[in-house]
């Protein structure tokens, strides 16, 4: 093995899955954040872990809110999940400057995108500060898909390529002919 840098070694763990997390402001206001660092955090009860900066945007609605969305991203969303990685809600009101398109939660008050393949509302139950990011830990209290069915994952240096979703198409219709949730 050949010593490198860190940071360069980092790299490697790539690719990376990407994720949109959505938050609404104690004023009102939505932004929609691109996280690469987010896993499922539990199995009973159901939750996602995001790692986000503190000093987004995003991490003072989630700690002013202690709600979220979390959106996984279509690849006809890609252009629009690179702007919302590239500029900060605390500059500028992303949501106008994009073709996302917001639906209603049912169970808390942060909105769904439209055309994600799937939308999960999160619920802050946990949390975890680590150095200059906070590992937020969200319990799912409802679930969406959309029927887009292409994907995206980031190669590394925000190189977002098309994946096809993961399930087989049995499973998705299977899923998709399941009775709604009320
Ligand atoms: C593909 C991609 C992955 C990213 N992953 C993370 C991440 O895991 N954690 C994080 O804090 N920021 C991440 N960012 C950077 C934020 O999305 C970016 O700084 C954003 O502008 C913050 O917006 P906000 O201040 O409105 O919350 C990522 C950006 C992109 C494009």
Not at 9 to 14: C, G, Q, V, Y
Not at 25 to 46: F, H
């Amino acid at each position: 093995m050949k010593q490198i840098r860190i940071e360069e070694a980092m790299k490697f763990r790539h690719p990376e899955i990407v994720v949109l997390v959505v938050t609404k402001s104690k004023e009102g206001k939505i932004d929609v954040t691109p996280i690469g660092w987010a896993m499922l955090g539990s199995s009973n009860p159901k939750t996602w872990a995001v790692g986000i900066a503190k000093r987004h945007y995003s991490h003072k609605a989630i700690l002013d809110t202690k709600e979220f969305t979390l959106c996984i991203p279509s690849y006809k969303q890609r252009k629009d999940v690179l702007f919302c990685g590239s500029v900060s809600g605390w500059d500028v009101g992303k949501l106008p400057k994009t073709k996302l398109k917001i639906l209603p939660s049912k169970k808390i008050s942060v909105p769904l995108l439209e055309d994600s393949l799937a939308c999960f509302e999160c619920k802050l139950i946990d949390q975890m500060v680590t150095s200059d990011h906070t590992i937020f830990l969200g319990e799912i209290v409802a679930a969406y898909i959309s029927g887009e069915d292409e994907g995206l994952i980031n190669l590394g240096s925000r190189n977002l390529v098309k994946t096809k979703r993961g399930l087989e198409d049995n499973d998705f219709k299977e899923i998709s002919n399941q009775k709604k949730v009320q």
